[in-house]
């Protein structure tokens, strides 16, 4: 059974930076693609970003290139999400689970989410 939790989430003013942790429990989790969604209130589900099993690959969201970075450990079975330069716009519940692209289809094994709170 795989588990994914993520972790990191909390409230910072605009302009402050914020690190997400996904920690995933179970096998083989170096063989797989994740990736970080974003929900705010009233809105769809939105891709942020995601990294190949190696970390060598990484794709972004135009709305938060420039500003985040994902990374991930495969010793430590954790993906990060560095987030510098926030906005309020970036307020949302952040999720990471398994899959590739932007499209939430494709993504299984999702986590409860992790909120973060921009103010202005």
């Known amino acids: 059974q795989v588990r994914v939790a993520e972790s990191g989430g909390g409230l910072v003013q605009a302009g402050g930076s914020l690190r997400l942790s996904c920690a995933s429990s179970?096998?083989?989790?170096?063989?797989?693609?994740m990736g970080w969604f974003r929900q705010a209130p009233g809105k769809e589900r939105e891709f942020v970003a995601d990294?190949?099993?190696?970390?060598?690959?990484?794709t972004y969201a135009d709305s938060v290139k420039g500003r985040f970075t994902i990374s991930r450990d495969n010793a430590k079975n954790t993906v990060y999400l560095q987030m510098n330069n926030l906005k309020p716009e970036d307020t949302a519940v952040y999720y990471c689970?398994?899959?590739?692209?932007?499209?939430?289809?494709?993504?299984?094994?999702w986590g409860q989410g992790t909120q973060v709170i921009v103010s202005s």
């Open positions: 689970a398994r899959g590739l692209g932007s499209d939430a289809r494709s993504y299984n094994y």
């Open positions: 990294i190949n099993w190696s970390g060598a690959t990484t």
């Open positions: 179970g096998r083989s989790f170096t063989a797989y693609p």
